[in-house]
C-alpha cells in the first residue's frame, strides 16, 4: 500500500498563492489516480481537483477552475496543488487522496488518504 504524506498550506491573505504537495512512499505514485479535497468543520470533505496516473487528464470543481493548478512528477513521487487567487471561502483542511477508481470525484473511492493540512485565508 501506499502511504502519503502532505506539506505546503498554511495562512495567507485573500488574493495570495499557496502550494501543496503529497509525497507518495511505499508505491510508486504512478500507481494512482490522486485527488484533492477539502474540509471544514460541520460540512462534509469536498472534491476539489484530481489527476489521472499518467498526468493527462486533470479534472477541477468549478469554484477553483482558472485559480488552482494540480500536476505530478511520479519520477519524484509527488503530486502538487498550486492554489492561486485565493479567497476566505478556500479557507480549509485539505487532504490528498490515492485511488486506482476512475471515479475521481467521489471521495469514497479513494483508498489512501494524507494526514491533512490546514490552509487559511484572511479576508
Known amino acids: 500500500q501506499v502511504q502519503l504524506v502532505q506539506s505546503g498550506g498554511g495562512l495567507v491573505q485573500a488574493g495570495g498563492s499557496l502550494r501543496l504537495s503529497c509525497a507518495a512512499s511505499?508505491?510508486?505514485?504512478?500507481?494512482?489516480?490522486i485527488g484533492w479535497f477539502r474540509q471544514t468543520p460541520g460540512k462534509e470533505r469536498e472534491y476539489v481537483a484530481a489527476i489521472s496516473r499518467g498526468g493527462v487528464l486533470k479534472y477541477y470543481t468549478d469554484s477553483v477552475k482558472g485559480r488552482f493548478t494540480i500536476s505530478r512528477d511520479n519520477a519524484k513521487n509527488t503530486v502538487d496543488l498550486q492554489m492561486n487567487s485565493l479567497k476566505p471561502e478556500d479557507t480549509a483542511v485539505y487532504y490528498c487522496a490515492a485511488t486506482t477508481r476512475p471515479t475521481f470525484s467521489d471521495f469514497s473511492s479513494y483508498d489512501y488518504w494524507g494526514q491533512g493540512t490546514q490552509v487559511t485565508v484572511s479576508s
Open positions: 511505499g508505491r510508486q505514485i504512478s500507481t494512482y489516480g
